[in-house]
């Protein structure tokens, strides 16, 4: 791996640990720069481990895969488009079949994601 994208990476997990390792000031919990819906504490008394990573993640999980999937939708759009106007253009038809399928491949993957983590704890999503 090139050592740009380790910092990338580095960079990702940071932007999801940073609220985590962060504690408040006053109160018995982890206050969030930017609320999830109605949420802005995670509760920390009590609770040892991994958690309130367990928490956060629960919080966090419905928007990545929200944005996951919309990207895998509009992936395919524009393999589609991509399809559309490489008209006779064999390597074109080819990139646009390409992309259109890995689309698929990924929207497959988020949804069969959720689909194992509902059937492990179906509490995960309430």
């Known amino acids: 791996m090139s050592f740009r994208r380790i ?8 932007a999801l640990l940073v609220p985590l390792l962060t504690r408040a000031a006053e109160g018995d919990g982890i206050i969030l720069l930017e609320p999830f819906g109605d949420v802005n504490l995670i509760p920390t008394e009590g609770i040892t481990g991994l958690g309130v990573f367990g928490l ?5 999980y419905p928007w990545v895969v ?5 990207t895998a939708v509009l992936m395919g759009v524009f393999g589609g488009i991509q399809i559309i106007q490489a008209g006779a253009d064999p390597a074109g038809v080819s990139a646009g079949k ?3 399928l890995l689309s698929l491949a990924g ?7 959720t689909a194992i983590l509902n059937v492990l704890n179906p509490s995960f999503f309430r």
Not at 7 to 14: E, F, S, T
Not at 66 to 70: E, L, S, T, V
Not at 107 to 113: A, E, H, K, V, Y
């Open 7 to 14: 910092l990338l990476c580095i960079g990702c997990l940071a």
């Open 56 to 60: 956060y993640f629960g919080l966090v």
């Open 66 to 70: 929200g944005m996951g999937a919309a």
């Open 98 to 100: 390409n992309r259109l």
């Open 107 to 113: 929207l497959l993957i988020i949804l069969g994601s």
